[in-house]
């Protein structure tokens, strides 16, 4: 990690740019350095390195010390500053756990907003994850579950009753785990026209969309009804499983690819990722097939 991303990263922790330039300095040097030559390592302007030391000092992240006959700064060592800025920001959520909640109005009104990217689906996603307190829902392919794997493992742990159903084997599944078995991930990539990411956590909210390639499109809501689809979809799939097991392989598999009402609900090939990647105000509808005689 260069040093820009250092500094970057503890503008994000709560110092200023200033700040984390100033420190960033101190520590390079390993010595005590005067307001001067922290202005000259660092960039910071001369006329405020001295202000700027200063709130290094107040934070506890540098030291006053005797260099010569002047005063110099060393830095905090990192090791120490990285445990008390952790125990700073635990003592804050901590303290926010109890009384944001005690400030905030009921919601009047159910969100629902677009995510128009993987990054923001998966990050979106793992904030339902994690606000899970009773159970899980989970549906779709293991390169999007991954990324969410150690906050799921985290909710399980943490006694969620956590439900996944996994298109492709998952070497390290989590909570109950099912692997879809109906069709092979490529046949239902291929009647879908994307990979299907589904996410409930509390029957409260859901974070649904497609991923093809390194595109993705999708919706977060606290919608009841949204959310309750979400999660019916996966309970359903898993029906379907739990129904199969008690039939003779042979005879699903006849079934399941042969009987004509099946096949026509498998029929609508790439609708439901043209539907997601239409988003919200599209022109048109994907085109319907006729009806079949």
């Known amino acids: 990690m260069s040093q820009q991303s250092v500094i970057e990263e503890l503008q994000r922790l709560g110092m200023s740019g200033y700040e984390a330039k100033a420190y960033v300095a ?86 629902v907003h677009n995510l128009s990217d993987r990054e923001s689906l998966l990050a979106r996603a793992e904030d339902v994850v994690a606000a899970a307190r009773t159970d899980l829902f989970l549906s779709g392919w293991p390169a999007e579950i991954a990324p969410l794997k150690s906050t799921v493992r985290r909710a399980d742990a943490e006694g969620v009753e956590v439900t996944v159903v996994t298109f492709g084997e998952d070497p390290e599944p989590v909570g109950t785990t099912y692997p879809h078995r109906f069709s092979s991930p490529e046949v239902v990539l291929e009647n879908l026209g994307c990979r299907l990411l589904v996410v409930a956590a509390d029957r409260e909210q ?88």
């Open 26 to 111: 101190l520590v390079a040097a390993g010595t005590p350095l005067n307001g001067y030559e922290v202005a000259k390592r660092s960039g910071v302007p001369r006329s405020t390195v001295y202000e700027t030391l200063a709130k290094l000092v107040a934070r506890g992240a540098a030291y006053e010390v005797r260099a010569g006959e002047g005063v110099g700064y060393i830095s905090l060592p990192p090791s120490a500053l990285l445990d008390r800025l952790r125990r700073e920001f635990d003592q804050s959520i901590d303290a926010l756990s109890s009384a944001l909640p005690q400030v905030a109005a009921p919601s009047q009104v159910r969100l």
């Open 206 to 293: 859901a974070v649904i969309g497609g991923v093809v390639n390194g595109d993705a499109w999708g919706v977060y809501t606290d919608d009841p009804a949204v959310v309750l689809v979400a999660v019916e979809y996966v309970r359903h799939d898993i029906a379907m499983h739990l129904i199969a097991e008690k039939f003779a392989p042979e005879d699903f598999e006849t079934f399941w690819k042969s009987d004509p009402a099946l096949r026509k609900l498998r029929a609508d090939h790439g609708i439901p990722a043209a539907l997601l990647a239409r988003g919200p105000g599209g022109a048109s509808a994907p085109p319907r097939r006729g009806r079949r005689a």
